[in-house]
C-alpha cells in the first residue's frame, strides 16, 4: 500500500461522535479528500440521532471508513481510549484524535502529521503564535487561556495548549503512555494524555491550529468537565511535588 507519510506509516483517525447526525457526512466527507491516505474510524456512543446509522452508510462505500459501535455513552476519554486499542489491534502507526464538529479543519490534518516526522506527538495548538479561535464567545476563550495556564503551572509542563483535542500521536509513544490506567473523561483526557508525554520525556510538538467553533449541534461541554479537570491537574501537580521534594531530601541524605 503506498502510504502518503512514508516518515510516519499507517494513519488512522478516530472521531468520536455523540449526537453529531448534522456534522459527520460533512467532517468525514472533509477529511477523505483533505488526507485521502488516512483511514477513518468513528467511535460512536449509541447517538440517539442515528449519528452511528450514517457513519455505518459511509463506511458502507468506502473501505477507508470504519465504525465502532459502542453500547452507551461514556464519554469522550472513553471511546478515545477504545478507539486506540482498535488502532494497536490492526497494526497503525499513527493516530489522530479529531471532533466531529467541524471546530478541527481536516485540511490542517496535513501539517499535523508532517510535524510528526519529527516528534512522538503532535499538539493542534490555538494558543501558539499562528494559532488562532473563531467565533468563541468570552467566556469560552477565558476558560481555554486561563485552564491552560493553571495546568502550565500546577503541573510545570511548558505546553501551551493542553487541553486542545486535536492531536496526532505515534503508537509506539501511545503503547508507552500505559493508558490502560487513564481515568479521566471530558477535556481532562487531553490533559491526561499531554502530561504522560511530558513526564516520558517523548518530543511533543505544538502546530498552530485554527479552531473554529461548532456550527451545528449542540456542545456537550458542561460544568462537571471544567470541574473534573480542575481537581485532577490540582492533584497530578502537588503529587508531582512531593515525589520531587521527596527525591530531593533523598538525595541530601544520601549525599550526607
Ligand atoms: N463517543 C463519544 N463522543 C463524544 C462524547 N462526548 C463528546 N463526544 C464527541 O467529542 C467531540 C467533542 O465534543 P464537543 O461537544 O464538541 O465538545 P467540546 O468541543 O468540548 O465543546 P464545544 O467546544 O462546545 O463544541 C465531538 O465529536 C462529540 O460528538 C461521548 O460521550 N462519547
Ligand atoms: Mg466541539
Same mark, same amino acid.
Given at each position: 500500500?503506498?502510504?502518503?507519510?512514508?516518515?510516519?506509516? $499507517?494513519?488512522?483517525?478516530?472521531?468520536?461522535?455523540?449526537?453529531?447526525? +448534522?456534522?459527520?457526512?460533512?467532517?468525514?466527507?472533509?477529511?477523505?479528500?483533505? %488526507?485521502?491516505?488516512?483511514?477513518?474510524?468513528?467511535?460512536?456512543?449509541? @447517538?440517539?440521532? *442515528?449519528? *452511528?446509522?450514517?457513519?455505518?452508510?459511509?463506511?458502507?462505500?468506502?473501505?477507508?471508513?470504519?465504525?465502532?459501535?459502542? /453500547?452507551?455513552?461514556?464519554?469522550?476519554?472513553?471511546?478515545?481510549?477504545?478507539?486506540?486499542?482498535?488502532?494497536?489491534?490492526? +497494526?497503525?502507526?499513527?493516530?489522530?484524535?479529531?471532533?466531529?464538529?467541524?471546530?478541527?479543519?481536516?485540511?490542517?490534518?496535513?501539517?499535523? &502529521?508532517?510535524?510528526?516526522?519529527?516528534?512522538?506527538?503532535? &499538539?493542534?495548538?490555538? #494558543?501558539? $503564535?499562528?494559532?488562532?479561535? %473563531?467565533?468563541?464567545?468570552?467566556?469560552?476563550?477565558?476558560? @481555554?487561556?486561563? *485552564?491552560? &495556564?493553571?495546568?502550565?503551572?500546577? &503541573?510545570?509542563?511548558?505546553?501551551?495548549?493542553?487541553?486542545?483535542?486535536?492531536?496526532?500521536? /505515534?503508537?509506539?509513544?501511545?503503547?508507552?503512555?500505559?493508558? *490502560?490506567?487513564?481515568?479521566?473523561?471530558?477535556?481532562?483526557?487531553?490533559?491526561?494524555?499531554? #502530561?504522560?508525554?511530558?513526564?516520558?520525556?517523548?518530543?511533543?510538538?505544538?502546530?498552530?491550529?485554527?479552531?473554529?467553533?461548532?456550527?451545528?449541534?449542540?456542545?456537550?461541554?458542561? @460544568?462537571?468537565?471544567?470541574?473534573?479537570?480542575? #481537581?485532577?491537574?490540582?492533584?497530578?501537580?502537588?503529587?508531582?511535588?512531593?515525589?520531587?521534594?521527596?527525591?530531593?531530601?533523598?538525595?541530601?541524605?544520601?549525599?550526607?
Amino acid at each position: 500500500m503506498s502510504e502518503a507519510y512514508p516518515e510516519v506509516g $499507517r494513519v488512522l483517525v478516530i472521531i468520536p461522535t455523540y449526537n453529531e447526525i +448534522e456534522n459527520i457526512r460533512i467532517i468525514v466527507d472533509r477529511l477523505r479528500r483533505a %488526507v485521502p491516505a488516512a483511514d477513518v474510524l468513528v467511535a460512536d456512543d449509541n @447517538s440517539p440521532d *442515528g449519528t *452511528g446509522a450514517i457513519a455505518d452508510e459511509l463506511a458502507a462505500v468506502d473501505p477507508r471508513i470504519h465504525v465502532m459501535h459502542r /453500547r452507551e455513552k461514556l464519554g469522550l476519554g472513553a471511546a478515545y481510549l477504545a478507539g486506540f486499542g482498535w488502532a494497536r489491534e490492526r +497494526e497503525y502507526d499513527a493516530v489522530v484524535e479529531m471532533d466531529a464538529d467541524g471546530s478541527h479543519a481536516p485540511e490542517e490534518l496535513s501539517r499535523l &502529521l508532517d510535524a510528526l516526522a519529527d516528534a512522538d506527538v503532535v &499538539l493542534g495548538s490555538r #494558543w501558539v $503564535r499562528g494559532g488562532k479561535v %473563531v467565533n468563541w464567545p468570552l467566556h469560552r476563550l477565558v476558560l @481555554s487561556r486561563g *485552564g491552560n &495556564l493553571y495546568t502550565r503551572l500546577a &503541573l510545570g509542563m511548558p505546553i501551551h495548549d493542553a487541553t486542545g483535542g486535536y492531536r496526532a500521536y /505515534r503508537m509506539t509513544a501511545l503503547d508507552k503512555m500505559d493508558t *490502560g490506567t487513564v481515568a479521566s473523561q471530558g477535556y481532562c483526557f487531553q490533559v491526561d494524555l499531554a #502530561w504522560r508525554a511530558h513526564r516520558n520525556g517523548f518530543r511533543v510538538a505544538e502546530v498552530p491550529i485554527t479552531f473554529v467553533e461548532r456550527e451545528r449541534g449542540a456542545s456537550k461541554m458542561s @460544568s462537571s468537565i471544567v470541574r473534573e479537570a480542575l #481537581w485532577r491537574v490540582t492533584v497530578w501537580g502537588a503529587r508531582a511535588r512531593t515525589t520531587a521534594l521527596r527525591r530531593r531530601l533523598a538525595g541530601q541524605r544520601a549525599g550526607g
